[in-house]
């Protein structure tokens, strides 16, 4: 099967991640979101992440170029799904804005296109419900940073055909990504052992066992991660956390995945990490 037009939804961090990626590879994208802003700080985005690239020589600037030039943006879904063999949908992590998502997608898109997904938690099979075409559906779970992370988790819901798990994957590869395949349980692998690990973190903040700094540093240097718990947790955003935490919780029912208060409040107050300014740390500009 394949790929040259790709439709990519959301030009958020994830969206336009994913979008650089495939037009870097040679692939036409529609970049689509909701409002023009909102695709002009995509494409911003896009091409200072191209820029550097330029700058570590890993690219030239024609290849820079002609990446950009791949990357067509709009806010009209129906027009940029017609034109597509995939659409990877990289929108908010909230299942009822997926599925409406998707019951679009399936009206739009050509007969044979698959439909993706980029859902950190959020089950596949329940979004494939949304559509007429389940077979066709999977989860491509990209990393972030998308031009840099080599790992995308291909997630199989109930339905989800062999052929379209085998077409996502040789497409992975092609993208330079190393593909993992994984069943369709809450979180995948990735969030079902990265959250409660960080919401572990919360709970020691919240019962004094050490500070932020100290529980980073713990992390960093005795396990060696290269980035301590609390603080990636500010890189993913605390509402993000919070929202896959209450995915886990919901989706297998064990209190070991119940959200840490803390991290609840501080969502709450608007404490949302390196988006907001302040999280677990502070950061300057925001």
């Keep these: 099967m394949e790929f040259?037009?790709?439709?990519?939804?959301?030009?958020?961090?994830?969206?336009?991640?994913?979008?650089?990626?495939?037009?870097?590879?040679?692939?036409?994208?529609?970049?689509?979101?909701?409002?023009?802003?909102?695709?002009?700080?995509?494409?911003?985005?896009?091409a200072g992440n191209l820029d550097r690239q330029v700058k570590k020589g890993t690219l030239t600037g024609e290849q820079k170029s002609g990446a950009l030039?791949?990357?067509?943006?709009?806010?009209?879904?129906?027009?940029?799904?017609?034109?597509?063999?995939?659409?990877?949908?990289?929108?908010?992590e909230h299942a009822p804005t997926k599925k409406e998502i998707f019951r679009r997608l399936d009206a739009a898109c050509p007969p044979g296109a698959i439909l993706a997904t980029n859902t950190s938690s959020i089950s596949i099979t329940e979004i494939a419900a949304a559509t007429r075409r389940p077979p066709l559906v999977i989860g491509m779970h990209f990393m972030n940073p998308v031009p840099v992370m080599k790992l995308v988790e291909v997630i199989r819901g109930q339905a989800t055909a062999e052929a379209t798990c085998a077409a996502v994957k040789a497409l992975c590869e092609s993208l330079d990504k190393v593909p993992v395949e994984v069943s369709d349980y809450p979180g995948f692998i990735a969030n079902r052992v990265l959250m409660p690990m960080i919401n572990e973190a919360v709970y020691c903040v919240m019962?004094?066992?050490?500070?932020?700094?100290?529980?980073?540093?713990?992390?960093?240097?005795?396990?060696?991660?290269?980035?301590?718990?609390?603080?990636?947790?500010?890189?993913?955003?605390?509402?993000?956390?919070?929202?896959?935490?209450?995915?886990?919780?919901?989706g297998l029912g064990d209190p070991k995945y119940?959200?840490?208060?803390?991290?609840?409040?501080?969502?709450?107050?608007?404490?949302?990490?390196?988006?907001?300014?302040?999280?677990?740390f502070e950061y300057a500009g925001k």
């Design 69 to 92: 030039a791949r990357i067509s943006a709009g806010t009209d879904l129906e027009a940029a799904a017609a034109a597509s063999e995939i659409a990877v949908e990289a929108a908010t």
């Design 207 to 250: 019962e004094g066992v050490a500070s932020p700094e100290a529980i980073d540093t713990v992390m960093k240097l005795g396990m060696n991660h290269p980035m301590g718990p609390l603080t990636l947790a500010d890189f993913i955003g605390l509402d993000v956390c919070l929202a896959i935490m209450n995915v886990l919780h919901e």
């Design 4 to 46: 040259r037009n790709v439709c990519v939804i959301g030009a958020g961090t994830m969206g336009s991640g994913i979008a650089h990626v495939f037009a870097q590879y040679g692939h036409a994208v529609r970049l689509v979101d909701v409002k023009q802003e909102l695709l002009d700080a995509g494409l911003r985005t896009i």
């Design 258 to 280: 119940r959200p840490c208060p803390l991290l609840k409040r501080m969502v709450a107050a608007g404490q949302l990490g390196r988006k907001s300014g302040r999280g677990f």
